[in-house]
């Protein structure tokens, strides 16, 4: 399996069901709590981040999606509000249950981590990666490089010059700094939902200085 095989194209509403699979499975979220929870909590992290984005990109493989990309430049659709709609009705769905309320408090902790992280910088940047997700299976095929490539080359298009990304320990954050992204913001909290303690991690990316390096071509 390598990058070269594998198909390219924007989400589709079509993709939501096997995003929010890709999602559980890559976050090890059926590990936590029951299949139903989990897959409304892919659901709330899926749609708030589509709310905001205006590039996206899958990989399909064999039929079968094996990675997303989404984010943003400072040029947002307005129609993308709409997916508020689908981030409040999977909120609603959760709060049914105590795990499902734990969860929601997970998701609004998060949230308040990255905008408090992001408040320290004291700078503005020109877009942000929103959502990065590779299935195990396609992990070190070059898949994952290629979708980050291919949102670099969007916002070189838009003239950005420099974007952010909030990740953590539960994410492969040491694939960031190998695309000299460089590490801006830090902070370490327990997160009783997770049953442990995330570090909590802000990168700036400059496209002057990461480009050259995930060029795939």
């Known amino acids: 399996m390598t990058a070269e ?3 390219y ?4 509403k079509k993709d939501f069901k ?7 499975k890559t976050w090890n979220y059926e590990t936590l709590t029951t299949p139903f929870i989990a897959s409304k909590l892919a659901a709330v992290f899926l749609f708030s981040s589509l709310a905001h984005h205006s590039y996206s990109q899958v990989a399909v493989k064999d039929g079968q999606i094996v990675g997303l990309i989404a984010g ?6 307005f129609e993308h509000n709409a997916y508020y709609l689908l981030t409040a009705w999977n ?3 959760l709060l049914f249950s105590k795990s499902g309320r734990e969860a929601f408090q997970s998701y609004k902790r998060y949230l308040n981590i990255s905008e ?3 408040k320290q910088t ?9 959502m990065f997700a590779v299935g195990d299976a396609v992990r070190g095929t070059g898949i994952g490089s290629r979708l980050f490539s291919l949102y670099l080359d969007f916002l070189r298009n838009k003239g950005a010059r420099t974007f952010s990304l909030f990740t953590d320990t539960q994410c492969n954050y040491s694939f960031y700094e190998m695309k000299k992204l460089k590490r801006i913001g830090v902070v370490s909290r327990k ?3 997770l049953n442990q303690e995330i570090i909590f991690f802000l990168y700036r990316g400059d496209l002057k200085t990461i480009l050259p390096s995930t060029n795939m071509d």
């Not at 194209?9 to 589709?12: V, Y």
């Not at 943003?72 to 659709?77: A, K, L, T």
């Open 116 to 118: 408090s992280l992001l």
């Open 18 to 24: 096997a995003l929010i699979e890709l999602i559980c």
């Open 9 to 12: 194209r924007p989400i589709e």
């Open 72 to 77: 943003r430049d400072n040029d947002v659709p």
């Open 122 to 130: 004291h700078e503005s940047y020109d877009g942000e990666l929103l």
């Open 91 to 93: 909120i609603f769905l």
């Open 191 to 193: 997160m009783p939902f």
């Open 5 to 7: 095989t594998t198909h």
